[in-house]
């Protein structure tokens, strides 16, 4: 499809998604971004859960988490509540609790707090922080190699790649046991930290192609749920 229908088509969906929905969609775009990226690598994978990605045999696994600040999280959440709502009062105290969480809210968008380059990094940092104990566990179960991908749904303030790979390691030195592989997930591209080798590197995503890998991920969801 060219950009003109993928842009009519991206987003023809009638509700926004639940938290669990969202979830859903993180790891069905995680996973086809994978196999846009490395192709053949991924081919054989599946999303499933604990970890969220694996491969056929049960020995590769991925974990997969959002990069997502509380506020944002609760503004999405209040904006699904919003959608849902009938009522005039009940729509203007969701809008308030946006506005209050620094969110705003009109007729045609939703817009979140502004972010300084201090706070993405944190938010990065805290992302990879949360998923660290997860390894052993993953370890037990019998996967020999086990990555983190983390989503950032907006595209990123500029930064440096040796800044980003800098910022994960300062989180992992904390820790005997590491993830094999990183990869961050951001509009328009994909940077893969492969650890064991200590090399980062970075894949460009047009931007037809970014929407057509949220196209079929949302899709994904729509098909599971069948709302």
């Not at 997860?134 to 086990?146: A, D, M, V």
């Not at 592989?181 to 931007?207: A, E, K």
Request: with cysteine; glycine share 6%.
């Amino acid at each position: 499809m060219n950009n003109v229908m993928y842009g009519e088509k991206l987003y023809p969906f009638d509700n926004p998604l639940t938290s669990r929905q969202r979830k859903t969609f993180v790891e069905n775009l995680s996973l086809e971004s994978l196999k846009y990226c490395f192709g053949e690598t991924y081919s054989d994978f599946f999303v499933d859960d604990k970890p969220d990605i694996q491969d056929k045999n049960g020995l590769v696994g991925i974990e997969v988490t959002e990069a997502i600040s509380m506020e944002e999280a609760q503004i999405e959440s209040e904006f699904i509540q919003y959608n849902m709502k009938d009522g005039k009062r009940s729509k203007e105290r969701s809008k308030a609790i946006i506005e209050a969480r620094g969110g705003k809210l009109d007729e045609l968008s939703l817009s979140y707090p502004i972010k300084n380059s201090e706070m993405e990094k944190r938010l990065f940092q805290d992302a990879l922080g949360k998923k660290m104990e997860k390894i052993e566990s993953y370890r037990k179960k019998g996967f020999t190699k086990l990555g983190l991908f983390i989503y950032y749904a907006e595209p990123p303030i500029p930064f440096n790649l040796i800044d980003i790979k800098l910022w994960f390691d300062d989180v992992m030195k904390h820790y005997d046991d590491k993830y094999d592989n990183l990869f961050f997930l951001y509009p328009y591209g994909m940077i893969y930290y492969d650890i064991s080798i200590n090399d980062i590197q970075i894949t460009v995503i047009g931007r037809e192609q970014y929407n057509i890998l949220q196209y079929n991920a949302r899709t994904s969801v729509e098909e599971k749920y069948k709302r």
